[in-house]
């Protein structure tokens, strides 16, 4: 099914043999909702999100822009003082975090229209999403022509998969911003175990900026390689090795929900301490607070472009940028 054209406040849903369901909006393309299945078929919607497209619209006039479910670019995390070199050329991007560059900038991909290219209603339903970034938006090199694909597997699996070229050689971190919450999107997530299965952890100043160097988590508040509460707040990137096995995990005691974050980048942001302030109400009339949801941020690290012992954040004309993260969950 091709749509050439689409309306950017319409929900898409996804729904598989399970009783899974998804929904996604154009607006950052967006995920919405997502509600997952119990061991007695009760339906909780995980996720934090807003019932209308002007409520992610709102939420970024907010000084603590929560990015609820946004897709994150061009460049996710933050990048020192907006400034990278590439080609023996220094780039100013907009600064929108302190001195420092944000998730892509002032008007960056998660408040874009993108356009719905194809939905599948069969099995393992999907929608595939796109957006060209113009060069020189938001001071990046090179137009930047990205894919999304959302897939809702029969497996209960949330996968995707995106896919990026550019006319320039650019610099380019895309991610994905839900905030999980397996009590249900109105609950907290403090008795919810986290597992993270990283040795490693990217050390950062005070204003989250990455130093260069990389830490063991041994002894450490990092260290979550055994299963420990959802910390109470936390912004940091924890390595992890390019394999496939999980690379962290979300359990609920109270639903029995569990939830396998797989991906092929080398970090996760894990995210706990987001605020979407008292003025602006979640769905169902949800009052969202820092403990609500907790963020799985699959990217590569923060201010890569200027770190050399980081991964590479290069994307050169004539290349294809890939990401692949798939979000699994399980009734036990």
């Given amino acids: 099914m091709s749509i050439s054209e689409n309306n950017s406040s319409e929900f898409y849903e996804l729904t598989n043999a399970k009783g899974a369901v998804a929904k996604v909006i154009p607006f950052g393309a967006t995920l919405t909702s997502l509600k997952v299945p119990t061991k007695n078929n009760q339906l909780i919607d995980v996720v934090l999100g807003f019932d209308t497209v002007e409520g992610y619209e709102k939420s970024f006039q907010l000084e603590g822009k929560?990015?609820?479910?946004?897709?994150?670019?061009?460049?996710?995390?933050?990048?020192?003082?907006?400034?990278?070199?590439?080609?023996?050329?220094?780039?100013?991007?907009?600064?929108n975090n302190g001195v420092n560059s944000l998730h892509g900038g002032i008007d960056n991909f998660s408040q874009k229209i993108w356009n719905v290219d194809a939905v599948n209603t069969g099995e393992n339903p999907s929608i595939t999403l796109s957006y060209v970034s113009a060069a020189n938006e938001e001071n990046y090199p090179g137009e930047l022509s990205v894919s999304l694909t959302y897939t809702l597997s029969e497996e209960n699996e949330l996968i995707l998969e995106?896919?990026?070229?550019?006319?320039?050689?650019?610099?380019?971190?895309?991610?994905?911003?839900?905030?999980?919450?397996?009590?249900?999107?109105?609950?907290?997530?403090s008795n919810q175990d986290l597992v993270v299965q990283a040795q490693k952890v990217v050390e950062t100043r005070e204003d989250c900026i990455p130093t260069g160097n990389i830490l063991e988590v041994a002894n450490t508040v990092f260290d979550y390689r055994t299963a420990k509460k959802c910390p109470q707040n936390i912004d940091n990137t924890f390595v992890v090795e390019n394999n496939d096995e999980v690379k962290a995990t979300l359990f609920s005691p109270k639903t029995n929900l569990k939830?396998?974050?797989?991906?092929?980048?080398?970090?996760?942001?894990?995210?706990?301490?987001?605020?979407?302030?008292?003025?602006?109400?979640?769905?169902?009339?949800?009052?969202?607070?820092?403990?609500?949801?907790?963020?799985?941020?699959?990217?590569?690290?923060?201010?890569?472009?200027?770190?050399?012992?980081?991964?590479?954040?290069?994307?050169?004309?004539?290349?294809?940028?890939?990401?692949?993260?798939?979000?699994?969950?399980?009734?036990?």
């Fill in 162 to 189: 995106y896919k990026a070229t550019t006319t320039e050689d650019t610099v380019i971190n895309l991610t994905h911003h839900s905030y999980f919450n397996l009590d249900g999107h109105q609950s907290d997530v």
């Fill in 259 to 332: 939830m396998d974050v797989y991906t092929d980048q080398p970090g996760v942001h894990i995210y706990v301490g987001g605020n979407c302030g008292p003025d602006l109400k979640g769905k169902e009339n949800a009052s969202y607070h820092a403990l609500s949801g907790i963020c799985f941020e699959t990217q590569n690290f923060p201010d890569a472009p200027n770190h050399a012992n980081f991964p590479n954040a290069v994307l050169k004309k004539g290349d294809v940028y890939t990401q692949k993260t798939t979000y699994k969950f399980e009734a036990l």
């Fill in 66 to 95: 929560p990015y609820l479910g946004a897709t994150v670019g061009r460049y996710a995390g933050r990048i020192s003082e907006g400034k990278f070199e590439l080609n023996g050329k220094t780039y100013q991007l907009a600064i």
